[in-house]
């Protein structure tokens, strides 16, 4: 990345559109976790509380700014009990994994919905911060769903395999993190993530068409 372009993603009105957009997609992701392993029975989250807006309770500052730098992070994972879980544990633990993706895919469909049907969001600030909500959402939702350890779609991916088979992906867990920053580092991330946060964005854009009839 030349250093131009490098200084000026730090300049002061870079931060003031750029960091509310990120800060809220970290914090209502992780938040969704929370919330969702609370209504299943785990009161883990709500007890070390994380069940807050507040995103200084769960920002990874490392995480931040890879996303900052590479449109793909992390904040830092919802604590969960699975022993505190009602019912299937496993199946709970794929329900908390999605929460988080929803929670950004729901939330992206609303900053365009806002975009298409208010019209002083669509110029200015307001327009690039709707934007910015819009697509980090959808980046945030789609890299979360990698079935790459810890993300959450392995839990996913972990409640459909054989419970041998998922025992023996949870071993990989511990080299998740290096297996990721390798990815971005390489863009080989980028290569995979980019043509799914397109066809994302270009579905919730549809929606929100057919929904308003405006285009």
């Known amino acids: 990345m030349p250093l131009t372009n490098l200084l ?49 309770k769960h920002i990874d500052p490392l995480g931040l700014l890879v996303l900052w730098l590479a449109g793909f992070g992390w904040a830092k994972p919802v604590p969960v009990n699975p022993a505190c879980f009602r019912g299937n544990r496993r199946r709970s633990l794929c329900l908390v994994g999605l929460a988080g993706p929803l929670t950004n895919f729901l939330l992206a469909f609303l900053a365009a919905l806002l975009l298409a049907l208010v019209p002083p969001l669509q110029s200015g600030y307001a327009l690039r911060l709707m934007q910015l909500i819009l697509l980090y959402n959808v980046m945030l939702g789609v890299f979360n769903l990698l079935p790459v350890p810890p993300l959450d779609g392995s839990r996913v991916l972990q409640y459909f395999l054989p419970v041998r088979a998922a025992l023996a992906f949870i071993r990989l867990e511990p080299y998740g993190p290096v297996i990721l920053l390798i990815l971005i580092a390489t863009r080989s991330l980028n290569r995979v993530l980019l043509p799914l946060v397109n066809a994302a964005l270009n579905m919730i854009i549809s929606i929100v068409v057919l929904i308003t009839g405006i285009s």
């Open 8 to 56: 000026d993603r730090f300049s002061v009105s870079n931060l003031l559109v750029r960091l509310p957009a990120l800060l809220l997609a970290l914090t209502l992701h992780e938040l969704g976790h929370g919330l969702a392993a609370y209504k299943l029975g785990d009161p883990t989250a709500k007890q070390q509380g994380r069940l807050t807006l507040n995103p200084l």
